[in-house]
């Protein structure tokens, strides 16, 4: 392999009022601390700077590409370029981004252990990366026997000249005047989860009793100027800042990615205000769902659930299903999983230690039941999501 020039000129284009993106450029220097000389400039992703890129003749752009023209621009300069966001369906650009299906499947995974038993969703149609969340919330939903109430939106990342969502307005409050109630909406990111929880606060709706919210990037700025503040799934941001980053040096060095399209899986869902209630009107259940929430990682099985409930199992079993479509062993796996999603990128502990702390009799039935739910191995998703 060809040694990489002693200096390259990289763009780094990133919306950084997002706090996804501030995470993003994180990874991207991380990555380029390690062993490579280069040279950075940096600018938001907007058409305005191509003038500039193009006088500046970079080796390599990173971008957090959202624009069609902007997307046209970067392509007549010439160089290799990465995206970090799944937005555009017409440029098949190198990428690297969070399982987008992913996330959706884990937002609806996290709002039924919640107790929710009506789901809506809001977000852009046209962004390919939204329309895969709202494919993984629906898959998981539908299997669960739960339609969806969907609204759409377009907006970028605080786009110059305006408010977008200021013609949205009237009619997303409309929308959630006619939802029922209560309901559990999943954001597409957190921005958009924002403006809905500003919306209820407008039109009298209460969160999280009549409407809770869930957003995407577990952004803090966004989630924490939110009243209440929002739960939001958390992505491996700076993952994706360093896999982009290598992905971009194998190509400015003449090579070719292993693979053009890098998809990471989501982290796990950091709850807060907006989530924090239990949906399930049935006292029985609620009190079955607390108990499998506090004692999940203790190794409870199902005949201790339906003890502390005070019923017998058949009969927990049969009001599980009416109340929540599912059965306790899957509540119960899917608390554990949860726990052992967290225990892997939070800490580097072996996989016998965090399937004990998790709940699990074993390293070998973690990984039966992790990868049964997310479709990777501990071993792997701890791989994939953790930074270098």
């Given amino acids: ?39 950075f400039r940096d600018g938001p992703p907007d058409t305005e700077l191509l003038p500039a890129l193009a006088k500046w003749r970079p080796h390599g752009i990173i971008v957090h590409l959202h624009d069609r023209h902007l997307a046209g621009g970067l392509a007549r300069i010439g160089c290799p370029v990465v995206s970090t966001t799944d937005t555009l369906t017409s440029f098949d650009l190198p990428l690297v981004d969070v399982d987008n299906v992913e996330v959706g499947r884990e937002a609806a995974r996290y709002l039924l252990r919640r107790g929710f038993g009506e789901f809506a969703y809001f977000g852009s149609k046209n962004a390919r990366f939204s329309r895969h969340r709202e494919q993984g919330f629906r898959e998981v939903l539908a ?181 929540l479509h599912r059965s306790i062993l899957t509540a119960i796996h899917e608390a554990k999983v949860a726990h052992a999603r967290e225990l892997l990128v939070s800490t580097d502990l072996r996989m016998a230690e965090i399937s004990e702390r998790a709940g699990f009799s074993s390293a070998k039935r973690l990984h039966a039941v992790f990868h049964a739910q997310t479709g990777f191995s501990p071993a792997d998703f701890r791989r994939r999501t953790h930074a270098r």
């Fill in 1 to 39: 392999m060809r040694q990489d020039p002693p200096s390259q000129r990289v763009a780094v284009l990133l919306s950084q009022d997002l706090g996804y993106c501030r995470r993003v450029l994180s990874g991207v220097l991380r990555f380029a601390g390690e062993s490579r000389d280069w040279h």
């Fill in 143 to 323: 299997d669960s026997g739960f339609p969806v109430h969907s609204h759409h939106a377009e907006f970028l990342p605080k786009p110059p000249g305006g408010d977008p969502w200021r013609s949205v307005g009237t009619r997303v409050d409309e929308w959630l005047a006619t939802l029922p109630k209560p309901i559990a909406i999943f954001c597409s990111n957190d921005l958009p989860a924002r403006r809905i929880a500003e919306a209820c606060e407008r039109g009298g709706i209460t969160v999280p009793d009549e409407i809770a919210l869930l957003g995407v990037d577990n952004d803090s700025s966004e989630c924490r100027l939110a009243s209440p503040h929002l739960s939001s799934i958390d992505t491996p941001a700076e993952g994706i800042g360093y896999e982009a980053a290598r992905m971009l040096a194998e190509l400015m060095n003449g090579g070719a990615p292993s693979k053009r399209r890098v998809f990471l899986p989501p982290l796990y869902v950091v709850t807060r205000s907006s989530t924090d209630r239990w949906a399930c009107s049935h006292p029985v259940v609620a009190k079955a769902l607390d108990f499998i929430r506090d004692q999940s990682a203790t190794g409870i099985d199902v005949d201790a659930v339906a003890s502390h409930a005070g019923v017998s199992r058949r009969q927990l079993e049969r009001q599980f299903r009416q109340e």
